[in-house]
Structures are given as structure tokens and as C-alpha cells.
């Protein structure tokens, strides 16, 4: 047995809530970590195996992410355990009663995450009214559609070219995954100048030194197909990506993809970080100690999360990307500022100046994270 109170510290976490139904087969688990910023927000995955640890760790990355965002909320994830891929209606059933049985768990919004999409946020929502990402129908901004979390990351590779030798136009541009995150990005770098010259996905990579066709690639993928199925590149094994020359390398798939075996092999300049947590913590200490510079997932990639919070409180999607535009650059410099005068990884700046925000939240409170006001956590 996990003792739970392993987990806390300075931040949270505040509660940790099994639920279960064997009705409908639902195990599940809440973790809401900090809330003195506000009710938190965080997706609701669907996976086989999920440990409490992760669930935490997932959660106090949206803790971070939301300060760092600079958004009235504070971090939370949801695992429920079963097959992302299971029956629909199988599904429907184990989502509504996951929503259901927290009904009155205010401190925590869900949101869309693996094995989750807009029509179980719709669900959600109709159990307790509480969800972001919804489908259009009902009020939502479609953030993978409109690249709500590439164009943050757009924003953030402008501010750190303030701190690099070279300029957009004509900068080669290298992206691993061609899901929502990254083929959105290819198309706004490139409507900036930028060549993108190798894109990959599950099944290999594609390279063209000269700049691929952005929007015939969009198509194939529109119907199913791989980037390697594009004739106009050369087509390339899946892992060929780490070792392509460029200016700017964006991770926009898996964890971990980057690690001490094969960190080396990387020639870049910058690194915007699509996907959440994609290098591991020593090999971004040796990106950092090459001159490489980083800029962190929870402060490159917080465009989903904000176009959710705004949707929470029923903005709209031109308002949604001015917005993200503005926290993400803002953000982006911070942390570089942080970091270049105290030289210090991007990630600690980013992490010092999050929790600093928290904790600055806490000190309003008359107990550190929770609120007796009604409808506040
Ligand atoms: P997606 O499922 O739309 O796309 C993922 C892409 O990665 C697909 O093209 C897939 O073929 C490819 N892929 C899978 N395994 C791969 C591998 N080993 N090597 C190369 N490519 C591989 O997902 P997405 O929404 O674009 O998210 C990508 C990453 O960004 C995830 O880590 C996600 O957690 C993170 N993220 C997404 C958002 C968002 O708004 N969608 C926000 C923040 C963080």
C-alpha cells in the first residue's frame, strides 16, 4: 500500500480520491494538487496502467503549467483504467459515472487528455458541469483544430531567437510527430519564412533540404497516411529525425524521446518543447551545458490549457489566440531573462518562477490552499 502522504510537500497535493463502480467496471483516480490559484484543471486520461506517482506527477505538471500560464487555476489529473481503444458505449458508461461520483469535487475540472476527446468532455459536462474542450456545439473552442498549442509554441521560438545568433527566414526547422502540435507548427514557422526540412511520425521520416510541402502533407494525413507515403523527400527510418542539421528542433510526440544515449547525436540550436516532459532531466542538463537552448514544455506548449480556461469562462477563439500569443511570449522571456542572469537551466528559472506565484497565491489564503468562499475553491 502507497502511503499518499509520500507525495506532499510545500504545493500539495491536496487530496487524492480512489473511486470505484463495479457496476459499469470504473477505477479510477483524482489527484487535485495545489488550488490556492484556483479550481484546477487537468485532463482525464483513459490508460491500462497508471500508477498514484504518475497521476501526481501529471498533476503537479499542470499545477506549474497553470501558474506558469498565469491562469486562475491550479493543477489536477484524472486516470481512469481501462483500454483507451474500448467500445463507445463502454466508454460513455465508465466517463458519465467517473463524472458523476465527482460531482461535488469543485477543486477539480476536467479536461481532454489520452483516450479522452471533445465528445466525453460533452458527457462530463452534461454529469456535473464541469469539463473544458467541448465540442463547438456546446459552447467549445476546438483546440487541436485551430493549433491553439502550436501557436503558443510559434510565439515562444520568436522570443528565444532574441537570444540566439539567426533569424526565422531561412532557418531549418526539424519536427517529431505530425499529430495537432506538430504539423500545426510546420504550417506557422513556415508562414514566417522557415523550411521546415524533416517531419516525421510513427512510421519514419521525411526529409527535404530544400523545405517540405506543408499542405500536401496535411493531406495525407487527412487520409490516413504517413509522411513517408510524400514523394517529394526522401524518406527516412522513424529515429533518423535526431540526427537531421538544423536551427530549431521541436519535439511534438512521446516523453522521454530524448535521453542520455542519444542527446549527442542532436545539432541544433533550439529546442521548443512541444510535447510534454520529451528529454529527460540529464540530457537536457547536457543540452544546457552544450549551448543549446531549451525552452520548457510547461512554458512552450501552455497554449491547450489556456484556450480551455478561457473556454471555462466562455471566450472567444480570436480572443483565445491574441491571449495566447501574449502569456506565452511574456512567459517565454521571463524565464530566458531569469535564466541568462542567473545562469541557470530554463526549466529551474521556469520552475522558480512558477512556484513562486503559488506560493504567493497560498500566502492569501487564511489556510494555504483551500477557501471557504462559495463557488472558489
Ligand atoms: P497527436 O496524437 O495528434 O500526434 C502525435 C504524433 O506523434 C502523431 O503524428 C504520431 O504518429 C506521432 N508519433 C507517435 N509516436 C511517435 C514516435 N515515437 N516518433 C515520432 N512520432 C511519433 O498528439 P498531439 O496532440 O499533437 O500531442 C503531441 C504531444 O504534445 C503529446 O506529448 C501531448 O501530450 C503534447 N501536448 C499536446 C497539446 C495539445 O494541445 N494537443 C498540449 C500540450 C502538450
Redesign the pocket.
Known amino acids: 500500500m502507497e502511503n499518499m502522504f509520500n507525495f506532499a510537500d510545500e504545493l500539495g497535493p491536496s487530496k487524492i480520491i480512489h473511486i470505484y463502480e463495479p457496476a459499469v467496471g470504473l477505477k479510477g483516480i483524482l489527484v487535485v494538487d495545489n488550488i490556492a490559484m484556483g479550481p484546477s484543471i487537468g485532463g482525464l486520461r483513459i490508460a491500462p496502467d497508471v500508477s498514484v506517482n504518475e497521476c501526481f506527477r501529471l498533476a503537479r505538471a499542470m499545477t506549474l503549467k497553470n501558474a506558469a500560464a498565469g491562469l486562475p487555476h491550479g493543477g489536477g489529473k484524472m486516470v481512469v483504467y481501462g483500454d483507451p481503444n474500448m467500445p463507445l458505449q463502454q466508454k460513455q458508461l465508465i466517463v458519465r459515472a467517473a463524472a458523476a461520483s465527482l460531482r461535488n469535487q469543485e477543486a477539480y475540472i476536467f479536461g481532454p487528455d489520452m483516450g479522452t476527446n471533445e465528445e466525453c468532455m460533452a458527457w462530463v459536462r452534461d454529469e456535473n458541469g464541469r469539463s473544458v474542450g467541448l465540442p463547438r456545439e456546446l459552447g467549445g473552442i476546438p ?2 483544430e485551430i493549433g ?2 502550436a501557436w503558443g509554441l510559434m510565439h515562444a521560438s520568436n522570443v528565444a531567437l532574441n537570444y540566439l545568433d539567426f533569424k526565422l527566414p531561412g532557418s531549418r526547422v526539424v519536427i ?7 504539423k500545426h507548427s510546420a504550417k506557422f514557422l513556415r508562414d514566417q519564412g522557415a523550411l521546415i526540412v524533416a517531419v ?3 512510421r519514419g521520416t521525411i526529409y527535404n533540404k530544400e523545405g517540405l510541402d506543408i499542405e500536401a502533407l496535411f493531406e495525407l494525413k487527412l487520409a490516413g497516411k504517413s509522411v513517408i507515403d510524400f514523394s517529394g523527400g526522401e524518406s527516412l527510418e ?1 529515429d533518423a ?1 535526431i540526427d537531421i542539421d538544423c536551427e530549431i528542433w521541436i519535439p ?4 522521454d ?1 530524448i535521453n542520455e544515449q542519444n542527446v549527442e547525436r542532436l545539432t541544433t540550436k533550439l529546442i521548443v518543447q ?3 516532459i ?1 528529454i529527460t532531466e540529464g540530457a537536457e542538463k547536457q543540452l544546457f551545458e552544450r549551448g543549446i537552448l531549451c525552452v520548457p ?1 510547461f512554458i512552450a ?1 501552455a ?2 490549457v489556456i484556450c480551455g480556461a478561457m473556454e471555462y469562462k466562455g471566450s472567444t477563439q480570436q480572443v483565445v489566440m491574441t491571449t495566447i500569443a501574449e502569456k506565452i511570449s511574456t512567459n517565454t522571456k521571463a524565464v530566458l531573462e531569469i535564466s541568462t542572469l542567473e545562469n541557470i537551466q530554463p526549466r529551474e528559472a521556469a520552475i522558480k518562477m512558477a512556484t513562486e506565484r503559488i506560493k504567493k497565491a497560498m500566502s492569501m489564503r487564511r489556510w494555504s490552499l483551500f477557501s471557504s468562499a462559495p463557488h472558489f475553491i
Open positions: 483546440l487541436d491553439a498549442t517529431q510527430g505530425f499529430g495537432s502540435v506538430g516525421n511520425d510513427s522513424q529525425i511534438a510526440a512521446r516523453p524521446v512541444g510535447a510534454n520529451p514544455d506548449n497554449g491547450g
